[in-house]
């Protein structure tokens, strides 16, 4: 099976990118050649997505699957439709968990949950997305195949306030600062390593019942946020200082958490995984966040120029942190 990963060597896709070829995938991956990441065996095509007119080489070929790790915008998908129309028989579009309804009416997601998220950019062009795709596969049967990450991390932490690509909170744990934790920290959430999330998605690849579906893929573990927290202190060997704020007071003080916090984590979320389970035979998350996470401190361990210790970011903590105290 030949298939192209455009990306194919960030905190999601790495792990899918070696899967793909532990299986015998015939793997290629399109991008610019500034990742550090090297996926062994996989073949390369150095270009930019965004400059079609000068890949060459990309329009000598035929795919089995093409996924676009790095579609964002309706234009991104407009353009993949007139590069691959006839020249694959799969093409999977990487959405977001964040497009479901937000908030929700019912807090167990499903497939069919309704795609609206008024409170951010990123989700509405996710949304609008999907529904070109849909258009595409309804009017000319365009085989579209749609996958919806949630919180999901390899070589990122994955917390609400001062974490994914940044260091913030867990150097704060270390330095024995106060974090800031949203609400009173019992709502539920789910976070998926990537190894995890490869093992549904690998499966998906070239599987001609999945054409014109869509599907989410994480982990069954649920988990609170204060528990979420207080596994990555105990990895990293301290005690959390926890100060918990309302999710509407962050915002209103740092208006820039509100795609990431009232327009993704404020609220309970449970996943019903039942579909991906049901389209690739014998998918199971095996990877506990307080194993994911010892392994994401390793990597970060081992690869430290990856640590981002973001001033601005440590300047909202604490702007957030003062207001508060001085109601």
Not at 33 to 39: E, F, H, K, V
Not at 152 to 167: C, E, L, M, S
Request: charged share 20%.
């Amino acid at each position: 099976m030949k298939v192209l990963f455009i990306g194919g060597t960030g905190n999601i896709s790495t792990a899918s990118s070696r899967l793909a070829l532990a299986k015998g995938i015939d793997l290629y991956l399109l991008n610019r050649g500034n990742s550090n990441t090297r996926i062994v065996g996989a073949k390369s095509i150095i270009g930019d997505i965004g400059q079609p007119d000068a890949l060459r080489e990309l329009k000598e070929h035929e795919w089995d699957v093409v996924v676009n790790w790095i579609a964002f915008t309706p234009e991104d998908i407009e353009r993949d439709i007139q590069l691959f129309r006839g020249k694959t028989k799969q093409y999977i579009f990487i959405s977001s968990a964040s497009c479901y309804q937000t908030p929700l009416t019912y807090p167990v997601i499903t497939e069919s949950t309704p795609l609206v998220n008024n409170l951010w950019d990123y989700s509405q062009n996710k949304i609008r997305c999907e529904h070109r795709l849909q258009k595409a596969y309804r009017e000319e049967e365009f085989p579209i195949t749609i996958v919806r990450p949630s919180l999901t991390y390899d070589t990122v932490i994955p917390i609400a306030i001062g974490g994914f690509d940044k260091y913030n909170t867990a150097n704060r744990i270390l330095t024995g600062k106060e974090i800031i934790v949203h609400g009173d920290g019992t709502s539920l959430w789910t976070v998926t390593h990537s190894d995890d999330f490869a093992k549904g998605f690998v499966g998906l690849l070239g599987l001609r019942q999945a054409i014109g579906h869509a599907f989410h893929i994480t982990s069954d573990e649920v988990l609170s946020w204060n528990m979420i927290y207080k596994i990555l202190a105990d990895a990293l060997g301290k005690e959390a200082k926890i100060v918990h704020i309302a999710s509407d007071f962050i915002c209103s003080v740092e208006p820039s958490f509100t795609g990431t916090l009232l327009a993704d984590k404020a609220e309970s979320v449970l996943f019903d995984n039942t579909k991906i389970k049901t389209f690739v035979s014998g998918f199971k998350a095996t990877i506990p966040f307080a194993e994911g996470i010892k392994r994401t401190l390793s990597w970060l361990h081992d690869n430290p120029e990856f640590i981002n210790i973001d001033q601005q970011t440590e300047e909202k903590i604490e702007n957030i942190l003062s207001v508060y105290r001085s109601q």
